[in-house]
């Protein structure tokens, strides 16, 4: 069964332990963690603080997203406050197989993402070290966007890069998830579905994640 990991972007920051509480109780998988700094995305969003404050509320994975320049500087942070797996995107790394391993280096599980337009072979050399391959399937910086439909052919030919180099990589897709698209996105391959105004927007997030992971 697909996993279903809520973005904290579309909760409300007022009540954010208590969001955080909602999706945990509603039987989300892991918790979603969008890190912006204004530079590389048109937001900014939240640092180590505030995942060290919530990581003392949850039992949840803490699936954090760095989308922020020279993301080296700040893995070490994220790490401490309490990060379960780092994404970093390959834009924004020179060496991205030096952070890669920084991340594994320091006992954590280490992602990659891709923006819409950068293409599946940016992976291609480091898909046998990383534990996810986030494809982003919306431009990133704001929830809420609607989902790019053809990202459904990038996970197809990910998924096959996947399986040609024997990866057991987990396959994520952010952006524009929901009850309309989820059953597609499980059937080319995805593992991990991220969604954020489709559950903290719902009248229901326990009945909004089960239909997420029962879109078979």
Not at 105 to 115: D, I, P, R, T, Y
Not at 186 to 213: C, H, M, N, W
Request: net charge negative.
């Amino acid at each position: 069964m697909v996993l279903v990991a809520p973005s904290i972007l579309s909760a409300n920051f007022a009540y954010l332990a208590e969001e955080v509480k909602r999706v945990e109780e509603a039987k989300a998988d892991w918790l979603h963690i969008d890190v912006m700094d204004g530079h590389f995305v048109p937001n900014i969003t939240l640092g180590p603080q505030i995942v060290a404050d919530l990581r003392n509320e949850s039992q949840l994975l803490f699936d954090v997203h760095l989308m922020i320049e020279n993301p080296e500087r700040m893995i070490p942070a994220f790490i401490e406050a309490g990060a379960d797996l780092v994404t970093v995107h390959v834009e924004t790394c020179n060496h991205l197989h030096r952070v890669v391993s920084l991340i594994k280096e320091a006992g954590k599980k280490a992602g990659v993402a891709l923006n819409p337009a950068t293409p599946i072979s940016m992976l291609q050399e480091i898909m046998p070290e990383i534990d996810l391959a986030l494809i982003m399937s919306v431009n990133p910086g704001f929830g809420g966007q609607k989902f790019i439909a053809s990202s459904i052919e990038k996970i197809q030919r990910l998924r096959a890069m996947k399986e040609s180099c024997s990866s057991s990589c987990l396959i994520q897709v952010d952006g524009g998830v929901n009850a309309e698209n989820a059953r597609e996105l499980q059937r080319v391959g995805t593992d991990v579905l991220v969604a954020g105004s489709y559950v903290f927007g719902a009248p229901s997030i326990e009945q909004a994640i089960k239909t997420l992971k029962n879109a078979q």
